[in-house]
């Protein structure tokens, strides 16, 4: 079992920067694929960046301003989040996966197994 706390939202600036924190418990972490996705009211869950120990992926709406990063020592993952706009606005989830996900996998939602329980990004204009 894995647990999985985000911190780091609040609320910020359009132009302004934030770094969300994914602390997880639990299992081996290192081999895992971490990712972030974030749920606007009124719509999906969708995929924002994931990190595995081999590669880094983003979403194109956040490809040059957004970076993950992970610590498996302190069995951390980061998303730091720079030049936000109001669109950025959502809950953002920290997500686990067992195993390493391909390319093809990385971005679905339902090939992760554990999820946090989110925090609040608001972005103003």
């Known amino acids: 079992q894995v647990q999985l706390v985000e911190s780091g939202g609040g609320l910020v600036q359009a132009g302004g920067s934030l770094r969300l924190s994914c602390a997880a418990s639990?299992?081996?972490?290192?081999?895992?694929?971490m990712g972030w996705f974030r749920q606007a009211p009124g719509k999906e869950r969708e995929f924002v960046a994931s990190?595995?120990?081999?590669?880094?992926y983003y979403a194109d709406s956040v490809k040059g301003r957004f970076t993950i990063s992970r610590d498996n020592a302190k069995k951390m993952v980061y998303l730091q989040m720079n030049s936000l706009k109001p669109e950025d606005t959502a809950v953002y989830y920290c997500?686990?996966?067992?195993?390493?996900?391909?390319?093809?996998?990385?971005?679905?939602?339902?090939?992760?197994?554990?999820w946090g329980q989110g925090t609040q990004v608001t972005v103003s204009s």
């Open positions: 639990g299992r081996t972490f290192s081999t895992d694929s």
């Open positions: 997500a686990a996966a067992n195993r390493l996900l391909s390319a093809s996998q990385i971005m679905g939602a339902e090939r992760y197994d554990y």
């Open positions: 990190i595995t120990w081999r590669n880094t």
